[in-house]
Structure formats: structure tokens, C-alpha cells
């Protein structure tokens, strides 16, 4: 068994190092954002890889010997997926939590898939198509138990490029972006097409590796039009003075009136710990919706908490977090909107979900 684990484990990360984290980096060189930008073709090498392991995936996920007793086991990764939660961790520091926690922060997704998978962890922040592919791939032994994070990026517009009010004027432009092959692709894709544009021939897509490439190609061109995630937005209006924000992704994506919503991330959790400890999930729901809340209404001391848990900076934090669209959306409201956009994401590249949009038994609903 241990064998077949260590199997999935590796074709699991393959999915994670591109599926990565969903959004803010810990500093303009390191790009969290990156990660994300690069998933579903993680995703794809999951889904062919892993699939003669899938069986056995039930088994590596049910390991609960090394929990400890009264301790949620939960991690998550630096950006906005995390974001959400310092007030709870800051919270459980000083013994004033519901539930007792220990707490990895990662870089990347790799470092947190296989303890996931192999029961070492309960409960994690990760990518929305991270979750899907772990859910195939494990057999439904993944639940999704909340909507963690909406949409991150932003069109923004520098220099004399031309005055964009609509998705029409981006007709014969040239967008410079990154995560070619993942999920800013398939959103950027399906925005252009749902305000009737057509990707491949109205405008150029000019892909980068990462966001430090697309601010450094618009100070050295003095314009540009770009898709740009947070933090970097931010980070960029401080080194170009007249950048400016034309279009809100998750607004845009709202605009359209789909049952579907532009997502980043969610919370997910070990099927099994789920039915042993219904209570404790249900309290960790109820503590992280209050640490949610905290941070959108109180951006500047929890900016703080964001850079002593080493997300980013407190400056950047602060100007970041009205924008990075934290929430926690549970129950009947996160299976439409997930289940709708892993839809979006499917008809595009089944592949980005793990070959198949999960079933029913993917969303936790607390009964």
C-alpha cells in the first residue's frame, strides 16, 4: 500500500507545483501568484499519471495515526488563501480558539498535497482545481467545505495605451498575462468570449512566465494593457504611476448572471476527519468566517498578522486586501457557484479538473 501512496503522492505533485497558491506572493521575486498561474497543466499530468493509482488513494487519505489528539492538523499557502485565516492562527496562539490547531504555512502546494493525501493534515487552503483533482483522484475521499478566495486578477492599463471602458475596446489590443494553460488562461478565455470576443483573433495574448515580467515589460514600453493578479497589482502601482485598474475579473465575471462565480481557492478536508469530528469542523468554519470578516473589515492590523505569518508585507498587505476578494462562502451558495465554475473550467480543458467535475458528494454541506 505504502508503495501505490508513494505513487500517488508523486503524480499529486505534479499537480501542485503548477497548481501552486492562488493569488498574493511573499515578495515581488517570489510570485505566488506564479504557481497559480501555471495550474491546470499540473493538473493534466495528474490525471494521466495518477490515474491507475486512484484506487488506492481512499487508503492513503484515511491514515489518521499521526493525529494528535484535540489538534486540527491544517495548512495553507502564502497568498490570499491564507490570508483569511491569520486572525484565527493569531487567535489559537494566544489559546482563545474554539479548537486547538497546528499550522504549516507552505511556499507551494507540493509541500502540503502529500501529507494531505496520506491523512497527516486535516484540513487545507488551496487552488479550487487543486481540490477537484484530489477528489478524483482519491476516489471522493476530498470534500470542498468552503469557498476561501474569489477571483485575484485584474485588467489594468498603463501610459497612452488606449482608454478601455469596455470588454469591446480590447479588440485589436495586445494583453500581456501569465498562466498560459491554467486557470487565468481559461478565465481570461471565457470573459473575452462571453462579452463577444474571440480570444484567438481580436486580441494578441502575449503570455509571460511570470507578473515581474509584465510590470517590467510596461516601465520599459511606457504603456500596455495587462492581466495582472494581487498582490502584483499593487505592487505595481508602486513603480508605475499612472497604472490604472480597467476591469475586476470576479466583477466581470458576475456581470454575466451564470450560476458560476470566478474562484481561487477553497477550504478542503479529509472526507473521513469530516464524519469523525463534524463539531470541530464545524467550529473551525465558524472561527475562520470571523478571521474573514476581521480582515476585510480591519485591513490594516490584520496586514500585520499577514506579514508576521510571512505572506507579504504589511504595506503591501494593507493596500492588497480589499482586493483580493477574501470570503468563506459554505454550504448550498459554494456548491453553485464551485460547481458551476469547475463546469466553466471543464468544458474548456477537462484535464484542469482531473479528467471530471465531481460529483455531489465533493461538497460539504454540515447536515
Known sequence: MKHHNDRLCAAALAAAMMIGAAG???????PETTAASTAEAAAETTAESASENAADASGAAASTEAHKEGAIRLAGLKGPTSIGMVKLLDDAEA???????????????????PKFLQGDLDIIAAPINLGSVLYNKSEGNIQMAAINTLGVTYIVESGDSKELKNWADLKGETIMATGKGSVPEYSLTYLLRENGLDPEKDVTIDWK???????????ENGKGIAMLPQ?????????????KTVFNMTEEWDKLGTDSRLITAGLFVRKDFAESHAKELA??????QASTEYANANPADASKLVEKYGIVKAPIAEKAIPECNIVTITGDDM??????????????????VGGKVPADDFYYVAQ
Open 209 to 219: 512566465s511570470e507578473p515581474t515580467e509584465v510590470v517590467a515589460s510596461m516601465k
Open 231 to 243: 498582490p502584483f497589482v499593487t505592487v505595481a502601482k508602486t513603480q508605475i504611476s499612472d497604472l
Open 335 to 352: 456548491k453553485k457557484a464551485a460547481s458551476g465554475f469547475l463546469n466553466v473550467l471543464s468544458g474548456l480543458n477537462p484535464k484542469a
Open 24 to 30: 498574493c506572493a511573499s515578495s515581488p521575486k517570489a
Open 95 to 113: 489559546g482563545k480558539s474554539l479548537n486547538t490547531y497546528e499550522f504549516l504555512m507552505a511556499a507551494s502546494a507540493d509541500e502540503i498535497t
Open 283 to 288: 467550529d473551525f468554519l465558524s472561527e475562520y
